[in-house]
């Protein structure tokens, strides 16, 4: 299984970006999906969750307002829609997925996609 971003990219602030993340490879399902951010030298965080159904979301106080992560389970597709983008948001975006297969799920990680927010 694979996770694979893209979208991000240089931006000047109050700008918007749109982020994807899509799952290939083999498996039975995508269940729940976020997206984490680790900026230059602090700890990765959660940005954003979605459940497998796409009924319920989460987002971390820091973006609320600002960011809709939203998926498209037909194409194994995650997004985080970015608006009003900050300096503060310049990090590199992970996906994270649950994916089963067989009789067992397991957490994957894509590579990360490098959002740059100039101050």
């Known amino acids: 299984v694979q996770l694979v971003e893209s979208g991000g990219g240089l931006v000047q602030a109050g700008g918007s970006l749109r982020l994807s993340c899509t799952a290939s490879?083999?498996?039975?399902?995508?269940?729940?999906m976020a997206w984490y951010r680790q900026a230059p030298g602090k700890q990765r965080e959660l940005v954003a969750s979605?459940?497998?159904?796409?009924?319920?979301?989460n987002y971390a106080d820091s973006v609320k307002g600002r960011f809709t992560i939203s998926r498209d389970n037909a194409k194994n597709t995650m997004y985080l829609q970015m608006n009003s983008l900050k300096p503060e948001d310049t990090a590199v975006y992970y996906c994270?997925?649950?994916?089963?297969?067989?009789?067992?799920?397991?957490?994957?990680w894509g590579q990360g996609t490098l959002v740059t927010v100039p101050s």
């Open positions: 994270n997925a649950l994916v089963s297969g067989g009789s067992s799920s397991r957490w994957y």
């Open positions: 490879g083999s498996f039975f399902s995508v269940n729940a």
């Open positions: 979605i459940t497998s159904g796409g009924g319920s979301t």
